[in-house]
């Protein structure tokens, strides 16, 4: 009888624990830059996006909206969307995923000097080409579908942070029943993100949704609310600049959602101010406040305030 030949032993690795979910971070929300681009160069957004870069980290910085009138007008040389585009490619360097809305400022129906530019002043506010001429859909790297071919006007856009997903529905100014039905499909596409509604003109200066159509938008911000964004489950917060300082409004949405909408709207010339938002998933909060990178200081304005008890989408 011979000797028993080698026993093959098994070994099995111990199974790896998922990583710990980083339950906090931060987005920002940059308001009207109209004033910031009407020198070369515009030190004031520069400074701004060079200090979101560089406290990325820091902050666990996720995402950037801006909220419209990224430029004041266009001229023959398209200057003031040559140095917006050129300094925004601070984000586009570092990878940092962003949003620019289009407010009435950055369309064709804003001539030099902020008068009405001649022409059916509707028509002109559709009008985007040397927006999108600048800001092409390829610089927007969250970017996950548009209403219209190569327009940034009406997008959305995905990420992930705090362990959720997110939706981030980039609105037209007073926006066109299309555009507003697009977006229905894309809210209804994505029932488990949480929703952030991007848009120029949205609360007023008081705090009250706005019902006018600016004369000659298309519809106004509460046909958007009612049609839109009361309508679905998942809709967390909107953001929005145009007029006014700053204000917050929470309406219950018809599903019992909380809506927290937010204007952040300074037209100052001596600062930067930028709103940051920190979400902490876990402990079922955010927190905002207004900075201004440039001066080192927060606007003690009543921008500052913290949302407790907030009922995520997981």
Known sequence: MGLPGPRLVKFYAAPESAPPV???FTFAVIPDTQ??????PPARLTHRLQWLVDNRSSLELRFVLHTGDVVNWDTPDH????RASEATKILDAAGLPYVYAIG???TAAVCPGGSACPGNVNANLRDTTTFNAHFPLTRFTALGGVYEPG???NSYHTFSAGGLDWLVVNLELWARTGAVDWAKTVLAQHPRHNVIINTHSHLNGSGAIEQSNGGYGNNSPQYVFDQLIKQYANVRFVFSGHTGNAAYRASTGVHGNTIHQILTAYHENTSNLTRLVEVDTAANTFSTRVYSPMTNAEKQDGSKF???NVSWVR
């Open 22 to 24: 980083d339950t906090k």
């Open 35 to 40: 004033n910031e681009v009407l020198t070369t």
């Open 79 to 82: 200057i003031q969307y040559v």
């Open 104 to 106: 009435n400022h950055d």
């Open 151 to 153: 327009k940034i006007d």
């Open 306 to 308: 913290t949302i407790s």
